[in-house]
């Protein structure tokens, strides 16, 4: 069992940063994909960012390329969103999400939510413009 906990979540302003944290109890992240889904106000839940299971691959969402960057670090057990040039569209709640290994590959085998088995509570990010 694999337990996540979001942190890092705020109000800021168009074109501030946040790093988001996503803290992970009972299991390693060395051997699981994670990855981060976002749900705005009144949508559904959505792919933001994954980093493989081997974590020698990253995958982005086309809106967030170039702004966000997923990272972990195996020894603090932690996975981080860190989010550069904030849009007001970027505001909605923010969830973490793991996954043991699995048999596929590429972007489409990291972005499905069914993928996940491990979810956190989520973290609010709010941008205003």
């Known amino acids: 069992q694999v337990q996540l906990v979001e942190s890092g979540g705020g109000l800021v302003q168009a074109g501030d940063s946040l790093r988001l944290s996503c803290a992970a109890s009972?299991?390693?992240?060395?051997?699981?994909?994670t990855a981060w889904f976002r749900r705005a106000p009144g949508t559904e839940r959505v792919f933001v960012a994954a980093?493989?299971?081997?974590?020698?691959?990253?995958y982005y969402e086309d809106s967030v390329k170039g702004r966000f960057t997923i990272s972990r670090d195996t020894a603090k057990n932690t996975v981080y969103l860190q989010m550069n040039s904030l849009k007001p569209e970027d505001t909605a709640v923010y969830y973490c999400?793991?996954?043991?290994?699995?048999?596929?590959?590429?972007?489409?085998?990291?972005?499905?939510?069914?993928?996940?088995?491990?979810w956190g509570q989520g973290t609010q990010v709010t941008v205003s413009s």
């Open positions: 980093i493989s299971w081997t974590g020698s691959n990253t």
């Open positions: 999400a793991a996954s043991p290994p699995r048999g596929c590959s590429g972007y489409g085998c990291y972005d499905a939510q069914s993928g996940y088995a491990y």
């Open positions: 009972g299991r390693t992240f060395n051997s699981y994909a």
